[in-house]
């Protein structure tokens, strides 16, 4: 063996193991000074001698190259769901179902934490990990090997070289990363997640690792999948051996074996899973022992030895001290309650959103009622009802205030009744305020450094009333703001700068225009591929794409009609804003892939992909997805049950795929 090569395998079993004391046993050794030192040292020998570098490398860990869709996964054994229960009497019958079952023979029962995160199936092959596959619909998952070499304490390499292995378990967000996941979004402009779970799968279909690494996802296991030289033959047996092989397992795992001791351990974890560092909603019973696992079997569903036990969503009671009306991009009012604050599931909640008109009408809410809150983990906190027997007689009855709290213009309530809004129309400091948020978020204009605060600012200084104004924005009028250094003005004036090459996708998705999402801006940038095209598209045109309604292409016709958003489009024209649609990726970045000319129409239900999904993947391919099948379309592609398209394809000609057929010529066109 040469010394280089000598060296590098040092590294990488010193590394592996600084790893594991890190994310595993959370007592590092040495500095993540020291550990970058490392891992520096490894990256630049792999570089120096590429013939080297393994896919089990833990530079691997870093981030590779974005990959241009998700590939789907069959499992080689499906990965089950599993009943619940809710109450101790369920799980009383569960425990005697399962004795009945077994002749009345002792039973072990395995007690776990139910992790709040995404299912996973992590497969090793001959102890190199080769993929990470979501559960999907159980039978087949996303491939989403990429994201899975970013987590800290997932083993890329296992101690013995088994054939095949696999290990289940939860992808989870911690509470603390989630924090500061959703700081970094706030600051960046965008909407933060509800909770760590919706958060974590969010990462989880980044497209690009180097973005997923940043979120900090962690890994428990709690059990194996079908495996080929491993023998255990109960589940503690299976937990010993994935701990072995350097998974994380909770430590919060007991055996009992009288159902009472269970629910007494379940009962035990209602309040203390506040406490732990990462959401649980619920616990896990197994029955330990294999050979009795094999005897219960499955139903259709779900294993019949296992059971989940749900904690219920908790309430609480307090006082509805105040209403704030929250003024939206569209000029609605919101209202929401300020509580006096109550601890529950864990955090302390004093707001809540009321919704709309109808929503206090209905529950009869007044200010100063004593109200139901629940929350459940870090779900968004919900008025449940009101207390009416415990009035004293000094509530108030809500009432929607006549003028706008933000600019001070007549409120009205809108043709169905349920909301009031501002009718200060663009003048409404209030309405420009989120106007500029959702332009300056994240997945629409992303711009760096223009977040709430600054925006709070820039509008009450006068500095900016409307979008193009930010593009007008000077060095020395940002400095006479206060608390604005001339760092950080030159900061927010090159963040401003960069994103005027967003291109139109992101443009449209910023504009606020009515009904119109992140999606499908994408898609009316992807049909019409610059402004002028879409701004004299009528409304019947629009009606025509695939995946727009009336109502959408109403609305969105009317929003390019109306002067005031035309001359927002003319402004930015003149102030050097891309109103083109970016270049989508090369066909180098697409691994050669090129759909150019292209059109596809998709029809019947596929196995494997969404149909947004497919759809997507197409378009990124520069491939055009359609609704209807005519002399035009290059491809049919037919799932199971395709009605009349199939037929009408026939009947023209067009040339008709299966999914596996559509695989194969994407990867024919890849080369
Ligand atoms: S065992 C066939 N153990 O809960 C049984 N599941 O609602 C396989 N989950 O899809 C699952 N923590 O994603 C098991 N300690 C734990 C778990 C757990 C979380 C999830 C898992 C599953 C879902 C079922």
Known sequence: MTNVKKRIDELRTQIDNHNHRYYV?????????????????????????????????????????????????????PMLSIDNSYSADDLREFDKRIRKLLGGEPVTYVVELKIDGVAMSLTYDDGVFTTGATRGDGEQGDDVTHNIRTIGDVPLKLPEALPHFEARGEVYMTRAAFAANNRRRIAEGDEPAANPRNFAAGSLKLLDPKESRKRRLQFFAYALGPCEGVTVKSHLESLDLLRRFGFQISPNIEAFDTIDAVIDYCNSWATKRHDLGYETDGMVIKVNDFAQRKRLGTTSKSPRWVIAYKFAAEQGMTKLVSIDLQVGKLGTLTPVANLEPVKLAGTTVSRASL??????????????????????????????RSEPEARTGSEKVIQFPTACPACGSPVERDKNGVFYRCTGGRKCTGQIKEVLRAFARRSAMDIEGLGEKIIEQLVDAGLVNGIPDLYRLTLDGLVALERMGKKSAQNLLDGIAASKERGLARLLAGLAIPHVGDSVADLLANEFGDVEALT????????????????????IHEFFQDDHNRRIVDDLRALGVKLAQDQRPSPAQTGGVDLTGKTFVVTGTLARYSREDIEALIRQLGGKPTGSVSNNTSFLIAGEKAGSKLDKAKQLGVTVLTEDEFDKLIAKESG
């Open 25 to 77: 046993d959370a007592s590092p050794e040495i500095s993540d000074r020291d550990f970058d030192r490392l891992l520096e040292e490894l990256k630049s020998l792999e570089e120096q001698h590429p013939d080297l570098l393994t896919a089990d490398s833990p530079t691997q860990r870093v981030g590779g190259k974005p990959i241009a869709g998700f590939v789907t996964v069959r499992h080689r054994e």
């Open 536 to 555: 004299s598209a009528s409304a019947d045109r629009l009606n025509e794409i695939p995946g727009i309604g009336p109502i959408m292409a109403q609305a």
């Open 355 to 384: 919704h709309n008109a109808d929503f206090i009408e209905a529950k009869d809410i007044r200010v100063g009622d004593m109200v139901v809150v629940e929350k459940a983990g870090e779900i968004i906190p919900y008025v449940v």
